[in-house]
């Protein structure tokens, strides 16, 4: 299958993209086909079993993907595809992303999972200057556009300083690769299968919060969903809202609250962190004036900071009030005191009506 | 006492079972005099570019018998902790060691406080072993403030400062290059100290754990890498993660040796022997061939992948609690019924050491009844 679109361009980010989505299925997720309710994990497990069919240079490999993987995301494809398609790895990131990329630029499909975001820092390394630049540095000879990297993250109630990590911004820091996270069983699927066939590596952080928490009516043929295209998930006019992942969920609660108080809210979810999609934010501000940027990550040069600079850059003469953030505390993620550590949805609260109130 | 010419004799013969004279009829204190004794360990050692140490240890009653408390109140405390997570009064990770015991304590008979060492995350008995106490264990678990992290580190991140305890560390196999760096800052204040730095069979397989090898072993750092081989990564078998499980050999140029870490008194020797090594030859590394009897985590239960047989068949055969107990009694250093009353005594610590731990600092529900 030929995922470079002749007509596609590169951007700036060294990134190849393909003019419109690439879809093998008639429809894109939102409606037509069988839909069932299933959790996160199940949806990821089926985006799994739909890239391995239609792709027989597809692999999955891990620490215990074999038996299902601790979060069983992987259940059922080593008894489907064979050991030679889906096995374990031992214990060792470095090795297995860039066993990875040795995969990917053979031109295969090599979908590697990392146990827990966490754990992801001795891949740092092979991802930042190996997957990353090797389009790039060999003048578009190699590339490992085929490698997708999964990691559960975030807060999980109990996870403590190393199960609950979100360093999704380290990452969007690094020209080459993208970096993608859903919010729902039904985007996991379509943006996970996107990330897969995306002639580009890419890092899809997974929310583990949500593997067994979120539900939702998710179809279950072969679709996709569009990477770099942020939605608006809820219309309002007096704030724009933005965030990621599990935090959503938080946030629309807060959103839920401030309507109460006659606070109309607007609320964004990036999907895709990088390349982040500028203009759907940026037309959103230029209709509330205010905006307010949510992540569990630390504060302090979190991935809210390059949305807050860029929004300025292109927004400032709009803007009613300061970029609002509401993030993780500066501190390695407590295990006791994670209540206090978390962007609560009373803190987002107060940050909407201060915004609003400015 | 009389004690020590037989047991010299019984030492020629390799069973530690062979009981004493029983026309000695002279009783000894429960805790136990330091009479010399020597013993044999279960098996010889096997070595990798180097000569094994015997396998005589010498020790003594007083020694046996603090083997026997230390690891008895490691079981019970571990047990209790089990109890304590499943009763949601721990939450998070619990990465017990009940098994493992030997270990803890081995290594501690054999070495000072001044030594380091420095482990992964199933380091409740080691915390224990290099002095911390019952009420810093529990309060640390339970995330209360009398904890020996403050209660900020909880079960994975306990640390003894004063007695050289670096603790306690989540990602695997990042503690080897750190624990290398200690041994550097000891050669360097010259002060024939060692560092013990443990990793587990899943954290062989890291790249970090060979580039602290190469750096101790270009630099002569007198640094003890202890693998703690207890069979299963997490639930991944040895031999399906590694190419060579075993794990002594794999320094290559560093020397090894492989120790039966179910053996307390193995487990000193071995120790004592790479501390001598490592003051005069630089690394070593000791494979402590030893298992876990509950799963990874208290999220495991530690039956999908090995079997119970094996399980029970490893606690019927090499307990390094009944171990000890045979060899005491088998020496007539104490009777069944004082064993059993330490083991009470040491029951009735552990569950003094939770109640007071209870009374400490704010419990979750108070935290969360004070939220923003």
Partial sequence: MGFRNIIGRRLGLGLVRRRKPFSTATCDGDGNGNAKSINLYSAINQALHIALETDNRAFVFGEDVSFGGVFRCTTGLADRFGKARVFNTPLCEQGIVGFGIGLAAMGNRAIAEIQFADYIYPAFDQIVNEAAKFRYRSGNQFNCGGLTIRAPYGAVGHGGHYHSQSPEAFFCHVPGIKVVIPRSPRQAKGLLLSCIRDPNPVVFFEPKWLYRLAVEEVPEHDYMLPLSEAEVIRQGSDITLVGWGAQLSVMEQACNEAEKDGISCELIDLKTLLPWDKETVEASVRKTGRVLISHEAPVTGGFGAEISASIVERCFLRLEAPVARVCGLDTPFPLVFEPFYMPTKNKILDAIKATVNY | MALSHLAASASRSSSLLKPLSSALSLRRSISGDNSPLTVETSVPFTSHQCEAPSRSVETNPKELL??????????????????????????????????????????????????????????????????????????????????????????????KKDSNFYGGHGIVGAQVPLGCGLAFAQKYSKDETVTFALYGDGAANQGQLFEALNISALWDLPAILVCENNHYGMGTAEWRAAKSPAYYKRGDYVPGLKVDGMDALAVKQACKFAKEHALKNGPIILEMDTYRYHGHSMSDPGSSYRTRDEISGVRQERDPIERIRKLILSHDLATEKELKDVEKEVRKEVDDAIAQAKSFGADRKEVRATLP
Wanted: proline share 0%; net charge positive; aromatic share 10%.
């Fill in chain 2, 66 to 159: 603090t083997f026997f408390r230390d690891m008895a109140l490691m079981r019970r405390m571990e047990i209790a902790a089990d109890s304590l997570y499943k009763a949601k009064l721990i939450r998070g990770f619990c990465h017990l060691y009940d098994g493992q015991e030997a270990v803890a304590v081995g290594m501690e008979a054999a070495i000072t406080k001044k030594d380091c060492i420095i482990t992964a995350y199933r380091d409740h008995c080691t915390f224990v072993s290099r002095g911390g106490t019952l009420l810093e264990v529990f309060a640390e678990l339970m995330g209360r403030q009398a904890g020996c992290s403050k209660g900020k580190g909880g079960s994975m991140h306990f640390y």
